[in-house]
């Protein structure tokens, strides 16, 4: 069935340094992918998708992008702010319109 | 100009109580959810509504129901509490069509803790 695999956390890197938090999917057809963040205390909230291969989402200097051949949509930031620190759930979209979320990576950064 | 609310964000209750959670969405989407996160924020869903029907109910005890007035509010009601749904409840809600990319929307949680 369709789902997502992410890295497990958590996540402990220095200000400045280069994050990547691997994603990949298993779906039939042509999904949508998405990263969510969770910062404590609050909901989900989108920070960039992609909805068909080759295509780079970006916000906030994250990236990540969709790879169909390796069905992968890993995130990467060049360098992390301490403001950074949440949780981040990979996610897609099915055709038949279904959200599957992965586990979440919680990222801390430390000055 | 919330777009996904719910009510209340922090609810301390004794076991064996019944409480509802309320959520209310004004982005005129058709798909409401309901998703609950455990301590190790594991993401689970719970319910799923579409145009006031409901099309997925994951294996969750029968406690908990799901009530939608009309399709902007799905309410969450649980009878006879337990120490294990002591959890964030969040509501979502998303627009079901072909358009690619349509995301899902969260509301900014609700804590329940049973005591």
């Known amino acids: 069935g369709d789902s997502v695999t992410q890295m497990e956390g958590p996540v402990t890197l220095s200000e400045e340094a280069f994050l990547t938090i691997n994603c990949t999917y298993t779906a039939t057809g042509y999904p949508s992918l998405f990263w969510y963040v969770q910062y404590p205390g609050e909901g989900l909230q989108l920070l960039l998708k992609?909805?068909?291969?080759?295509d780079k989402g970006s916000n906030k200097g994250f990236e990540a992008t969709y790879r169909k051949e390796t069905t992968s949509f890993h995130l990467e930031k060049g360098s992390v702010q301490v403001s950074d620190s949440a949780v981040y759930f990979c996610a897609l979209r099915t055709t038949g319109n279904q959200f599957y979320f992965g586990t979440g990576t919680s990222l801390t950064v430390i000055p | 100009d919330t777009a996904v609310s719910q009510t209340p964000k922090y609810l301390v209750t004794q076991m064996g109580n019944d409480k509802s959670i309320k959520c209310e969405q004004n982005?005129?989407?058709?798909?409401m959810y309901w998703y609950k996160q455990d301590s190790k924020k594991f993401l689970k869903i719970m319910f799923s509504?579409?145009?006031?029907?409901?099309?997925i109910n994951e294996t969750v005890p029968n406690r908990f129901s799901p009530k939608s007035p009309d399709k902007a509010h799905l309410n969450l009601h649980i009878n006879s509490l337990e120490l294990g749904d002591s959890a964030v409840y969040f509501c979502?809600?998303?627009?079901?069509?072909?358009?690619?990319?349509?995301?899902?929307?969260f509301g900014e949680g609700s804590w329940l803790t049973v005591v």
């Open positions: 509504y579409n145009n006031k029907e409901l099309i």
């Open positions: 982005l005129g989407h058709d798909t």
């Open positions: 992609a909805t068909k291969a080759d």
């Open positions: 979502a809600s998303s627009q079901v069509g072909m358009k690619p990319g349509n995301t899902i929307y």
